[in-house]
């Protein structure tokens, strides 16, 4: 156990090292890095996490991370509102609305059924999405996530409560990366992507 | 470039990736960890990182950092403070009080000469250490800095300002880890292990 010269670094350490992925010596990196800069800047730092944290909500219609009720995309009318994309968190948002090939809305789950973490299906919000589909408001929705075993139970779970509805359950394409060599593909991938093969006028299409 | 929903999550990843070794992924991911928490824990976050800053000092003597004038090392009398550890910042110090084998002070340089970093001989605390030694006040200086290039430039430069003086100045064993297979071991370390052979008595009295 390492003493530290003063508790004020320790706690500084503490604080850091309880972020995801970081050990003390990394925490300590920073921590050090942050003397090395004025205290305006380390303010700027602090306030900036304690403002984000005060502020931000969450869109009460597709629970993404917002500093409005309704979200941008939520809002945008030129969205398709009933073609809806499930995924787990804000990052898959942010890595879809990247590809600018997707013109529906969102539904973020916040997380996926684990229950190594203790996460059931009461903790997601999927219980909204059922709301809405009952209501009549989705045409598609396209499950966007992760194929882990978490994923798929997650998957069917949604599709088991959306299947009184009249709803396409869709899911993303599987299949061997744009750019990425076929022998360098695993084989379950390579194997999905034969049986799922498509038009060579879709390529085109693009 | 990603789009982010709000401003006020953008900041915060903006504040994070400027830290060391930290992408924007990864900064999103710590940032999507603290929106998790309470409010009052964002806040200690927060109020840690502006506190630390502020009120952290370095110790008059050693450079060490500090909440006091001097730091509980140089203000231990039961220590050796003829016997001066030359270190290259605090992490040094801790690593080398981790062990419990040493009982003098040190003097923390607060980096290394390295030209290519625009770090000159002027920006460290090499000064004070010369002072010190002109006082009479160190018997034995030990330079405990990276045997890299820039670490070998320093330990050149201050032997040199120190040689006026009677002082020993000495540098770490360099040799094969304890615990390690000689085959392993480069042969430069090596070659320096057998040209330091030690007494096999020195291993008996540890």
């Known amino acids: 156990m390492i003493t530290y010269p003063t508790p004020l670094l320790e706690e500084a350490v503490n604080e850091f090292s309880r972020l995801p992925g ?54 945008d009318t030129r969205r398709d509102h009933e073609l809806v994309c499930v995924v787990e968190d804000i990052r898959d948002v942010l890595a879809i609305e990247n590809t600018s090939q997707y013109k529906g809305i969102y539904h973020v789950l916040g997380g996926i059924i684990s229950p190594m973490d203790g996460m059931g299906p009461s903790q997601l919000n999927i219980e909204s999405l059922v709301i809405k589909a009952e209501e009549g408001k989705i045409r598609e929705a396209i499950m966007a996530l992760s194929t882990t075993m978490e994923g798929d139970t997650t998957v069917f779970y949604i599709y088991k409560k959306l299947k009184p509805f009249p709803i396409t359950v869709s899911t993303l394409a599987r299949g061997v990366a744009v750019g990425n060599d076929l022998e360098y593909a695993d084989e379950i991938t390579l194997g999905r992507s034969i049986v799922n093969r498509v038009p060579y006028e879709n390529n085109l299409a693009r």
Do not use: W
Request: hydrophobic share 35%; net charge positive.
């Open 22 to 75: 970081i050990g003390r010596k990394s925490a300590l990196r920073m921590v050090l890095h942050l003397l090395k800069q004025t205290p305006e800047e380390v303010n700027r730092f602090g306030e900036t996490l304690m403002k984000l944290r005060k502020n931000i909500t969450y869109c009460k219609e597709c629970h993404n991370i917002s500093d409005k009720e309704i979200c941008s995309i939520c809002a």
